[in-house]
């Protein structure tokens, strides 16, 4: 796994929107817009998009796509800054799994999830390009840039305890992952979800992504890598 993959991947994880690029029926040109996103456990994008909306028309045509991760937001120079172009094929999907990670991350998409003209989409990814400033350009195949994670339905679990623990009785941990970790300000933090490298965190529309020191493969060594969170965040000096 290549330091490249590794920034690729975290800029997939740590961003609830994207740059979604589909090619229009009608007349082959290209179209970019606006979605929110979520991600699998080994960083697939996954999408909510309406079947009335110009994207998923397209998508039902071709279902080619690319997403921007734009990490750039805030530098006093954009292009010094990194982002990656994910490029794959949008496949609709009723799997639990990717409608529980997109809501617990988008709660306000649960008002209208459930619409007939709404369904979710997992892409699958073919290959990435990354933009990590001047200089570190490079193309990923998708065998390096997702995280290859064989039991899925067995990380829904412990990851759905967790997070339920993590926001019920933590909450003084959470903040102080934020802040002093995180360099965050304000409080009322929640977790959002977890995977084998890295928790996220959101507090209205702001959203943090916090990478484990090493990955976790189960609940136990999950549990040890909050821990770890923990005491770092409690040995910051304020």
Known sequence: MTQSAKKARRLMRAHDWAGLGTVMAD???????LVLVAADYDASPILLLSDLAEHSRNI????RVSLLFDGTRGLPSALTGARVSVQGRAERSDETRLRRRF??????????????????YRVAVERGHLVAGFGEIEWIDARDLLFRQPDLDGMAAWEADAVQHMNEDHGDSLELYARNLLGAD???????GCDPEGCDLRREGAVLRLDFGETANDA???????????????AVKP
């Open 103 to 120: 809501l617990a991350r988008h709660e306000d998409a649960a008002g209208y999830a459930d619409f007939g003209d709404f369904a979710f």
């Open 220 to 234: 136990d060594s999950l549990r040890r890598q909050l821990v770890a969170l923990a005491r770092a965040a409690a």
């Open 60 to 63: 039902a045509a071709d279902n």
């Open 186 to 192: 304000g409080t009322g933090w929640r977790m959002t």
């Open 27 to 33: 007349d082959g040109q290209p179209f970019t817009s």
